[in-house]
């Protein structure tokens, strides 16, 4: 027992005194860097662009309708003009509706399009940070390191050895 307490009263000050390399990694930057994650942004880019035609179109509408009931509006009886406003009110809404409902939509297709690279990016993070000798691997956004004495930035090693290692595949 003894033996055991000497040991562990040698051991923990030399481990103290190690010193501890810290590698920080930007998923974001990766994700957007590899080439994979290029045509997933490609992808949803097109997928916005679309509806965001869609959102265009249902805006100009609803100025049209607007710029009508101003031009209207004098001669228009008090109940008449309260339809009208009431009908604009509902179109508002259901433009604003839509616009969340493909936001989410957007979003969702993104978080589905990224989930299989997630694993790949982490087992090439591994690989990488065994290669540099670091102790422990961070990621920027979510632990970020204020300070670190040995902290290396593995973001361009990681998107290098994933583009290596899953190249781009020819259409």
Do not use: H, W
């Not at 604003?96 to 087992?123: C, S």
């Amino acid at each position: 027992m003894m033996k055991i307490l000497v040991l562990f009263m040698v051991l923990v000050p030399a481990l103290a005194l190690a010193e501890i390399s810290v590698g920080v990694v930007d998923m974001q930057t990766v994700l957007t860097s590899i080439t994979d994650g290029k045509a997933i942004m490609k992808q949803l880019e097109g997928k916005f662009n679309i509806r965001k035609k869609e959102l265009k179109k249902s805006e100009e509408e609803i100025k049209k309708a607007q710029e009508e009931y101003q031009k209207q509006r004098t001669v228009l009886s008090e109940a008449a003009q309260r339809k009208k406003e009431k009908e604009l009110q509902k179109m508002v809404f259901e433009l604003q509706n839509k616009t969340m409902e493909y936001q989410k939509e957007i979003n969702g297709l993104e978080q589905d399009l990224k989930k299989p690279l997630i694993g790949k990016i982490q087992e090439i993070v591994l690989e990488i940070s065994k290669q540099s000798k670091v102790d422990l691997t961070f990621e920027m956004a979510s632990a970020p390191i204020l300070y670190a004495k040995k902290r290396l930035d593995l973001t361009t090693d990681v998107v290098n050895a994933y583009n290596k290692k899953y190249p781009e595949k020819k259409k």
